[in-house]
């Protein structure tokens, strides 16, 4: 368990944010913290996902489609399956369920607007003085800024996609 739990956020146009908070995951699990990862706006057969369901200490929980979310052509069921991530993290934190919560695409989901940033924030302020939280995604908001005590930025300076190479198995996915 951890002695003080802080709120992380790994944002920026790189690539890598993900992947950073996954790295702390592996890290933790190795002490024995428990994480689970809830990921908006994802739904699909990632590599994480199958990663999680050897290990004992991390659980992946996906709240998104199997489809993209086009910004400015949102479905309902675009809000409906954001708002069941956000009640489903907001379940983990009051149970205090885990040691390390990782909101993955928080920050996109909510450039979106698929959730209301009052309501992200509420959920935010109940975190357990333990706990540590991690948010991740590109458009991080000001209000989540406010309330980090660590921000990384990824920046992109090169990137494979502008070679026309697209997302590999197993490396981006």
Known sequence: MLEKGLIQVYTGDG???TTAALGLALRASGRGLKTIIVQFMKNGDYGEK?????????SVE???????VIKGKERPEDYEAAERGLARALDII???????LILDELNITLHFGLLKIEEVIEVLDK?????????TG???????????????????????????INAREGIEF
Do not use: N, S
């Open 127 to 135: 975190k357990p003085e333990k706990m540590e939280i991690i948010i």
């Open 94 to 100: 009051e149970k205090e369920e885990c040691d390390i």
């Open 50 to 58: 199958r990663a999680a369901k050897r290990m004992d200490c991390i």
């Open 15 to 17: 690539k890598g944010k």
């Open 138 to 164: 590109r458009c991080m908001p000001g209000e989540i800024a406010g309330m980090a005590d660590l921000i990384t930025e990824m920046k992109m300076v090169k990137h494979p996609y502008e070679k026309g």
């Open 62 to 68: 996906q709240y998104g489609l199997p489809e993209f």
